[in-house]
């Protein structure tokens, strides 16, 4: 099992020919997690081929409009489509009253059961299952804004299969050495796991930081990330127009990866006064070398 994450939108909050708003996928074996919605999202998950109904839980950072004017659009094409299945929709207060306000007043009664989960703060484990696990984080921006850390759990351990048989390890007990166990055959002679198994692949973890000024209170939370998505709406020129309207720069998200001493940077949420992205890429590898731009259309394995 791996996290996969699959980029929507890069741009912030006027969608462009060239930019969508903010949107992702992230997949964990057959969960597929939407983070955001700005307008465009669906045609944007069917332009990427990702099925819509296999969605089952929305994460909204915050109610900016270029962060989730998609959803009713999106909630409503489910409906249509006949989707009967729950969708857990997650995000700050506010947004169950937005979406159902909407739908109240055009007399729609949806083929399916919304379940809003208000996010109360950061640290707060929001979803688990036996794959992954997904927590807030602390933003600091213009109003309540979080962003989500995935974290994939501890994949079963690696049988030695030429050990197996040196063993004679029946099959019946292979589950259980995966799982860690001892094996202990019929006569009671026991076969350590560490002779039979390797370390499964280490767990691997994704962070989404969304809109959000230069904050050091996020860096704890996001430490040694494999993949760290981080916005860049400005750059260091545009320092007093980030201050005001607390976004980041390029030279601050590659400060943040540095500290938080992740493995890898996106930077994302491109105000649309930069033709191309070279100076994001310049300024912010100045910081931190592993950096890239986010892609619409591009998918990160982790
Ligand atoms: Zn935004
Ligand atoms: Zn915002």
Avoid: W
């Amino acid at each position: 099992m791996s996290l996969e994450v699959l980029i929507l939108g890069s741009g912030s909050a006027l969608p462009t020919i060239s930019a969508n708003q903010t949107s992702q996928v992230v997949s964990c074996g057959n969960q597929h997690f939407l983070v955001d919605c700005g307008e465009g999202t669906q045609v944007q998950l069917r332009k990427n081929k990702v099925k819509i109904q296999q969605i089952n839980q929305v994460f909204i950072s915050h109610l900016h409009g270029d962060h989730f004017f998609g959803l009713v659009g999106l909630l409503s094409t489910m409906h249509l489509l006949g989707r009967r299945a729950e969708l857990h929709i997650f995000g700050p207060k506010g947004l169950d009253e937005i979406v159902e306000i909407q739908f109240r007043n055009a007399g729609s009664h949806l083929s399916f059961n919304m379940v809003f989960h208000s996010i109360e703060k950061a640290g707060d484990v929001l979803y688990e299952d036996g794959k992954v696990m997904v927590t807030s984080l602390p933003l600091k921006h213009r109003i309540p804004c979080y962003g989500f850390h995935f974290q994939e759990k501890k994949g079963l351990r690696k049988l030695d299969g030429q050990k197996l048989v040196e063993y004679n390890i029946p099959v019946y007990a292979r589950k259980s050495i995966a799982e860690g166990q001892d094996f202990r055959s019929e006569e009671g002679v026991i076969v350590k796991n560490a002779e039979l198994t390797t370390d499964p692949p280490k767990p691997k973890a994704y962070a989404f930081c969304s809109d959000t000024a230069y904050y050091e209170k996020l860096i704890p939370f996001i430490q040694e990330v494999d993949l760290l998505y981080h916005e860049a709406t400005f750059l260091e020129s545009e320092r007093e127009r980030a201050k005001k309207t607390f976004h980041s720069t390029a030279k601050d998200a590659a400060s943040i990866a540095e500290k938080a001493n992740v493995k890898q940077l996106i930077m994302g949420h491109f105000s649309n006064r930069y033709k191309n992205k070279d100076g994001f890429l310049q300024e912010a590898r100045m910081v931190f070398k592993n950096t890239d731009v986010a892609e619409e259309g591009k998918e990160y394995k982790l």
